[in-house]
């Protein structure tokens, strides 16, 4: 009974995946995956009346629109860095916290790359070494990590806790302040404006010292582009919900007092 039915469309969709695979008759599972997106592609293009002149001038539009949008994000990280002056100081449950998230950053970094030069620059694998944040500062980070590790918590490296506190108190001082916290958020790529603000912020004379040696690993990946992309996403959330939350709290004073005229008007009635 098999033999009855019309088998030309299947016969012609699996040549059509052989022929993208070099013509080839045994083809793998990837070459078959690969070619199946192309031939969806070519597909969507054609019934969507899309031609190739079409996305070689949308292609361009974005390049443009990206250069435009760059251009634009170094000049607002130079004003913002320019205007940073790094008056934010952590507290002791500050710096508990910031080194609680650079060993969770670390951790998934580590997970990320899948590299031992990475590992080995981001996770203390022996004993913990004193941390020496400044001079001014008693850090007892590592002693509350110490508090609530039950064994599968990642205890960072010096480098990693310095530069994830270098950047909270870089992102502290942006929202805190106005001005500040408005330019970062004209801008549709914050989180690239935010590293390139932590560029400008820290190969300075003062601050060097931090990524001096460590921003990369031996197999060439950028740890700094890592951990302040990672450090972002963490705070910018925190970021979020409070600014929804304030839009929440000043819109509901009005809503509460409709529905309290609401339900007077009825009880009158």
């Not at 320019?82 to 670390?106: H, K, L």
């Not at 302040?177 to 330019?183: A, F, G, I, K, S």
């Amino acid at each position: 009974m098999l033999g009855q039915l019309q088998s030309n469309a299947l016969e012609s969709r699996f040549g059509w995946l052989r022929q993208l695979s070099g013509a080839n008759y045994y083809i793998s599972m990837r070459q078959l995956v690969e070619s199946d997106r192309k031939i969806r592609a070519v597909s969507l293009l054609k019934f969507a009346s899309v031609s190739l002149s079409d996305i070689d001038s949308a292609a361009s539009e974005q390049a443009e629109l990206a250069a435009a949008a760059s251009s634009d994000c170094d000049v607002a990280a130079d004003v913002i860095a320019d205007a940073i002056t790094f008056r934010v100081e952590p507290s002791t449950s500050d710096e508990n916290i910031v080194y609680y998230v650079s060993g969770a950053i670390a951790r998934s970094i580590v997970a990320t790359t899948r590299c031992d030069s990475c590992k080995e620059a981001l996770i203390c694998q022996n004993q913990l070494p004193e941390l020496h944040v400044d001079e001014v500062l008693d850090t007892r980070a590592s002693q509350f990590l110490d508090s609530v590790n039950r064994g599968s918590l990642v205890k960072p490296t010096q480098f990693v806790f310095e530069f994830t506190l270098h950047c909270w108190r870089v992102f502290e001082e942006l929202h805190t302040t106005d001005e500040l916290l408005r330019q970062l958020l004209q801008l549709p790529n914050q989180r690239l404006l935010f590293c390139r603000i932590m560029d400008r912020m820290t190969y300075t004379n003062d601050y060097m010292h931090v990524l001096f040696g460590s921003n990369m690993c031996t197999a060439g990946h950028d740890l700094q582009n890592h951990i302040v992309r990672r450090l972002f996403n963490c705070v910018a959330k925190n970021l979020v919900k409070r600014i929804t939350y304030d839009a929440n709290q000043q819109s509901g004073p009005s809503t509460k007092k409709r529905r309290v005229a609401k339900l007077n008007s009825s009880t009158s009635c």
